[in-house]
């Protein structure tokens, strides 16, 4: 069974930092893109940071400077450094990725169950 999980969230003061792990487990074949989203109460999910397999990063722009997003090809792992956080960045985080099992033709979208972060002083 292919999963992706996600670790790393908690509570923070502003200003503060944390670092999101994403981990694809079970038989994978072949991983494309790996990227983050967030979803804040009352809101929609979001983008927040895609990169692709080659290294290519996008962002939303409000986030840029203070997000990063990065991968661990050989782990499958992806990671989000969240700097200078603000209360505003309190929300459920999601990893994404689009992944091809092994034993399937075809890749699918698959989504983690999220992690907390709140930022609150």
């Known amino acids: 069974q292919v999963q992706l999980v996600e670790f790393g969230g908690g509570s923070v003061q502003p200003g503060g930092s944390l670092r999101l792990s994403c981990a694809a487990v079970g038989s994978i074949f072949h991983i494309d893109h790996m990227d983050w989203y967030r979803q804040a109460p009352g809101m929609q999910r979001e983008l927040v940071a895609g990169i692709t397999r080659d290294g290519r990063t996008n962002y939303v722009d409000s986030l840029k400077g203070r997000f990063a997003i990065s991968r661990d090809e050989a782990l499958n792992m992806a990671y989000l450094q969240m700097n200078s956080l603000k209360p505003e960045d309190t929300a459920v985080y999601y990893c994404?990725?689009?992944?091809?099992?092994?034993?399937?033709?075809?890749?699918?979208?698959?989504w983690g169950r999220g992690t907390r972060v709140t930022v609150s002083s």
């Open positions: 994404h990725a689009r992944m091809l099992a092994a034993g399937d033709s075809e890749y699918y979208d698959y």
